[in-house]
């Protein structure tokens, strides 16, 4: 791949890491903004970008962070401004990312050390995880603050969730672990997420219904679950195309709103990636470079017929991160660039693993 598959400058991208860098306070958290909300799963994704950037130490540092922060069932707050919890639920799919991104780390560095040093975090995350898995395969979206599961699962969370606990697999695989509670977590999640979506659209109690956002669109691709020809149908489906593709500008964040977000539209191209079109990934992609600021952040998305940026001067580590990581990608060179290709997980899920389970009910398969 030359250089034209990239969609940064080498010059672009060492400022971008730079401004990470910065943007990572003193004890290693990737909030949202200078002393703003901070989430684990943005955290993660920014510390990707900072792996991606070459700044390994700084990567390693947002890791620990999340160590020492660990609360004791395996996960973290939703929502936390400096120190003080805004939101005490612990969502699934946030607790679960810290695999995807120390796995992403370990491709880049192969430092099985630090693997080894952050396995008991790992470990603990995606038990948890596993343990709110319903009998049908989804997995409920969240432990709510008094302790007991949300009563129903999101789309995009277990897209997300089944990328991870593949990257947990592999974490474990290569540290030695058996984990076969973790494979047939994945493999009954995966099943549904390919065979079943309209359970997520089904007799919901979610706030928002499933489809309004964009990523309930594309990331049951990026999370590996669905791929090969079932992948493209899903992408290329001329009515979700419609809805939430403008061509020149973006993808839309929800469905009503043209409001094209720099962050979906990249996650959007990424999924294309993974299904081997790159050549529509990299045009779909090149469309938000405009938004990219002298300091080397990013924007985080335009109103359209406005070209208002919303929200102003609103500058986000995991926005810049998923640029960074966009470029890895879609450039196909280094070592961390089939990071997203790899996370159907078929290497890992042998024939003698098979999910159990039918129903509705919340089993503890931790």
Same mark, same amino acid.
Request: aromatic content about 10%; proline content about 5%; overall charge negative.
């Given at each position: ?9 080498? %010059? =672009? &991208? ?5 401004? *990470?860098?910065?943007? !990572? $306070?003193?004890? @290693? +958290?990737? #909030? ?24 390994? %130490? =700084? &990567?390693?540092?947002?890791?620990r962070? *999340?160590?020492?922060? !660990? $609360?004791?069932? @395996? +996960?973290? #707050? ?29 491709l ?8 080894? $040093? ?10 948890f995880v ?34 991870s ?94 409001w ?61 991160a998923?640029?960074?990581l ?34 509705d ?6």
């Amino acid at each position: 791949m030359n250089d034209n598959s990239r969609l940064l400058t080498p %010059e =672009q &991208a060492t400022q971008t890491g730079l401004w *990470l860098v910065n943007a !990572q $306070e003193s004890q @290693g +958290a990737l #909030p949202w903004l200078p002393g703003g909300k901070f989430d684990p799963w943005n955290h993660v994704h920014g510390a990707m970008g900072l792996t991606v950037a070459g700044h390994f %130490e =700084q &990567a390693r540092k947002a890791y620990r962070y *999340l160590a020492a922060t !660990q $609360e004791a069932d @395996g +996960a973290w #707050p939703r929502w936390r401004v400096a120190d003080r919890i805004t939101d005490a639920a612990h969502e699934t799919n946030q607790a679960a990312y810290v695999a995807s991104g120390l796995w992403h780390l370990y491709l880049a560095t192969e430092d099985e050390e630090f693997l080894a $040093e952050t396995w008991p975090m790992v470990e603990r995350a995606l038990d948890f995880v596993v343990a709110l898995q319903f009998n049908d395969g989804s997995v409920a979206w969240a432990r709510k603050k008094n302790g007991r599961p949300a009563r129903y699962p999101l789309l995009t969370c277990n897209s997300s969730t089944h990328g991870s606990l593949v990257c947990g697999l592999r974490i474990a695989e290569l540290l030695g672990h058996d984990k076969p509670g973790w494979q047939r977590s994945v493999l009954a999640l995966g099943d549904i997420l390919r065979d079943d979506l309209q359970r997520y659209y089904r007799e919901t109690l979610a706030p928002d219904p499933p489809g309004r956002f964009s990523m309930d669109w594309y990331y049951p691709v990026l999370g590996g679950a669905v791929r090969g020809v079932a992948g493209r149908q899903l992408l290329l489906d001329d009515k979700q195309v419609a809805r939430f593709l403008e061509e020149g500008s973006g993808l839309r964040c929800v469905a009503e709103n043209r409001w094209f977000t720099v962050a979906e539209t990249l996650e959007y191209a990424m999924a294309l990636d993974a299904l081997g079109l790159e050549k529509r990934a990299r045009e779909v992609a090149r469309w938000v470079l405009e938004h990219r600021t002298e300091h080397g952040a990013y924007q985080m998305g335009i109103v359209l017929p406005q070209r208002a940026y919303f929200p102003a001067d609103e500058f986000s580590p995991w926005n810049a991160a998923t640029v960074l990581l966009a470029d890895d990608v879609l450039a196909q060179q280094g070592a961390t660039a089939e990071f997203f290709r790899s996370l159907d997980g078929d290497d890992l899920l042998g024939e003698d693993i098979k999910p159990t389970g039918t129903g509705d009910s919340l089993p503890v398969t931790a």
